[in-house]
């Protein structure tokens, strides 16, 4: 794992590589790919050695062009093979290098072949091109102004930060897509890729894919079962490859416990709170599973103390809400793996948002269930009127602005929601094309502020496909969500673990309403005010030269 930053370096902080050291503090460089008459263009890279420890070029040059690179491409070694037949001579056993070798063959097309997780920019020819990955896991920010241009894995590497309102983002208490809180600063989309040629300062935009969404072909239960299972093992098998050791972010629920039912890690990591100690209790149920299937799992108990003096460092790196409590326990399990010599952990992001698996999606799903007969009825136009299409009751319990904030949502949502299809397909186009984002910004920035490389197993791309084919009552029934998920599990450790028998899903929150204000409530409105304070500050902090207007 890696930071990357490069372009007109006057746009840029002097030091990005010392800004970008928790990404990659094994190694670290920058390299002039022009100069002369055009104003000076650079890339850089900061490198987390984890499939190959040795020391490589960094960044990579070869044929002529140079790469920097942030991530991992699980399937690097076949396309390897795939080059190395068609020419191609290599000199290090990295992803990296197979990565800039299927671009000068393949061009832009590359991107289709790999399946993994990365934010790369490759300079060839006079142009930069520069793609993230399809989901979104890898970050990569960029400005575009006064005829220069600019990137990098962090805002903190800008050298001018002007905060500005973003009132869809205010709605939803959480940054996705383009946006961000700084005027001039965008966010590279999940899945797309840009264009920049200095000489002409033209920058082009394309989005190369799109969450599928294709006839539901799978309808048998054990078909389901079986096409899901053999995806998801050989999908975990591709993210335990590494040089360094891998444990897993082990909660309570479904998801992470599918991964270690299928991994079978030595040792694993689990927060519990002793102020939710009564209500929600992680530990006992991870404690029975480790004793069922003879693992290591070690519970981290953060405190109020470590809180309030870890508060500034998760800021500075997180840098803007994400509407969740989860940031601090994220970073409390990545500090304490890697205090325990780890460098990769195994987490379950997707499986909710893929397979319906949020209490709201259960909620709007049965509510939906109950109101059907009414909506096909006599009074069919009354009721419809009375509750609402399933986009307006989504939007309803998604916007953190009360009712008021309902119909920008709804405006801004239409053109995701297909009036045509069920609910359950419209959720899951919504939540993993929007409301996945934030979580996967969590999950990079914590981990990453502890030198910590995350894999998701459920977010290879052919898993996301095989969600697309499910028949709805697959996804949800009998009022739970991730019906093909929970059933894969009892197939592989039976009907009695509490693993299995829980049915509410709790998340990962902090008791940070409690510890700040003595509220135990879960409202976030005051914590991401907090939040995004400490942020502004940090950010401010991060550099001398930083410009942070209104902070």
């Known amino acids: 794992m890696c930071g990357i930053f490069g372009g007109n370096p006057e746009l840029l902080c002097d030091d990005p590589e010392g800004l970008l050291l928790h990404r990659g503090p094994d ?25 190959y420890k040795g020391n490589v070029p960094t960044p990579m040059t070869r044929n002529g062009a140079t790469v920097v690179f942030n991530g991992e491409i699980y399937n690097w070694r076949e396309l390897r093979s795939d080059l190395e037949t068609i020419g191609y001579d290599f000199e290090t056993q990295t992803d990296t290098e197979v990565a800039l070798y299927a671009y000068l063959e393949w061009g832009e097309r590359c991107l289709d072949r790999f399946n993994g997780m990365f934010a790369l920019a490759i300079w060839s020819g006079g142009e930069l091109f520069i793609a993230r990955d399809r989901i979104g896991k890898k970050p990569v920010f960029y400005t575009h102004a006064g005829g220069q241009f600019a990137f990098a894995s962090e805002l903190k590497c800008f050298r001018k930060l002007d905060f500005m309102e973003v009132q869809i983002c205010e709605n939803l208490e959480f940054y996705f897509d383009e946006y961000t809180p700084f005027q001039s600063i965008r966010s590279l989309k999940p899945g797309e890729f840009l264009k920049y040629s200095p000489e002409s300062n033209r920058l082009t935009l394309q989005t190369w894919w799109h969450l599928p969404d294709g006839a539901a072909d799978i309808h048998e239960e054990d078909e389901a079962v079986d096409g899901f299972l053999a995806l998801f093992e050989d999908a975990c098998r591709l993210r335990l490859a590494a040089d360094v050791p891998v444990t897993v972010f082990l909660s309570g629920g479904t998801d992470s416990s599918l991964i270690q039912a299928v991994l079978g890690c030595d040792i694993t990591y689990t927060v519990q709170f002793e102020e939710f100690r009564e209500t929600i209790d992680e530990s006992s149920l991870v404690k029975e599973f480790a004793a069922d299937l003879g693992f290591d799992a070690r519970i981290v108990v953060p405190s109020r103390e470590d809180f309030l003096a870890t508060l500034p460092e998760v800021a500075r790196h997180i840098e803007y809400p994400v509407g969740s409590f989860s940031v601090y326990p994220l970073f409390c399990l990545a500090r304490q793996m890697r205090q325990d010599g780890f460098v990769v952990a195994i987490s379950g992001e997707g499986a909710d948002e893929l397979f319906n698996g949020y209490f709201r999606n259960e909620l709007l799903l049965a509510e939906d269930d109950r109101i059907a007969d009414d909506l096909r009825g006599p ?15 989504f939007c309803r319990m998604a916007t953190r602005r009360g009712l008021g904030g309902v119909p920008a949502l709804v405006d801004f949502l239409g053109h995701i929601w297909d009036d045509d299809a069920s609910l359950s397909r419209n959720l899951r186009r919504v939540e993993a094309s929007v409301f996945l984002q934030p979580l996967l910004t969590m999950a990079d920035r914590m981990s990453m502020a502890n030198s910590i490389e995350v894999r998701n197993p459920y977010l290879d791309y052919r898993l996301i496909e095989f969600s697309a084919r499910l028949a ?19 197939r592989l450790v039976g009907d009695d673990l509490g693993i299995v028998r829980r049915k509410i899903k709790h998340g990962l929150p902090t008791p940070a309403n409690q510890w700040l204000f003595n509220k135990h409530t879960f409202d976030r409105r005051e914590w991401n005010h907090i939040l995004l304070g400490e942020c502004l500050r940090q950010l401010g902090l991060s550099h001398s030269d930083v410009t942070t207007a209104g902070v």
């Open 27 to 51: 190694q670290q460089g920058r390299t002039m790919v022009s100069s002369g008459a055009q104003a000076p263009f650079m890339l850089g890279q900061t490198r987390l050695n984890v499939v």
């Open 379 to 393: 009074y069919g136009p009354l009721c419809s009127k009375y509750f609402g299409s399933g986009l307006a009751r």
């Open 472 to 490: 709805d009552n697959l996804r949800w029934r009998d009022g739970q969500g991730k019906w093909v998920v929970r059933r894969a599990l009892r």
